[in-house]
Structure formats: C-alpha cells, structure tokens
C-alpha cells in the first residue's frame, strides 16, 4: 500500500467518522456542547493545527540547515552559478 493509499483510506474514515457523528448518524450519546460548539468547528481546528505543525517544521529546518554541509555547499554553488549566469546576460544584482 503506498503512503497515498494510506492517506486516503485514513482521512476517508476520520471523514466519515466525523459526518457520522456531526449528523448523529450514529447511535452514540455526546455531551450537548460537544456537539454544538465542539464538532462544528473541529475541522478548522486540524486545519490550523496543521498549519501551524508545517510552519514549525519549515522553521525548524531553515534553523538546522548549515547541519547539512554537503546540501549547504551544493546551494552555495548553485547560487554562484546563477549570479555569474544573471551577470553574463547584463543584469546587476
């Protein structure tokens, strides 16, 4: 199964779990506020949390970047390449 597959089949049955209980399809007893404020906006919720784990990574990884070296000084290369490249067609940089 690839991590495709796996992401699919995972947020159709977190899907369906979640309408089931959003719709009370399912014979299951919650908590008034829970079904009135929590489950409403519980998506937004996994939206942002979301976002705010990707942000966190990225800058976590921006942070620890010259812990690469090799990545590191391949980057360097590739922007001294392009400054003489930009410089050989005329443009300042």
């Known amino acids: 199964m690839t991590r495709a597959t796996q992401a699919a ?3 159709g049955i977190t899907a369906t779990i979640y309408l089931a209980l959003l ?3 399912l014979p299951i007893t919650l908590p ?3 079904q009135d404020f929590t489950l409403p906006v519980l998506p ?3 939206l ?3 976002g705010a784990y990707s942000l966190g990574n990225i ?4 942070l620890t970047f010259r812990d690469c070296p090799e ?4 980057l360097q290369v590739q922007i001294s390449q392009a400054q003489s490249d930009l ?3 005329g443009v300042s940089i």
């Open 23 to 25: 719709f009370q399809w």
């Open 9 to 11: 089949t995972f947020f």
């Open 44 to 46: 937004w919720w996994a």
């Open 87 to 89: 410089r050989s067609k």
């Open 71 to 74: 990545a590191y000084n391949e």
């Open 59 to 62: 800058g976590y990884h921006v």
């Open 48 to 50: 942002v949390s979301f």
């Open 32 to 34: 008034k506020t829970v």
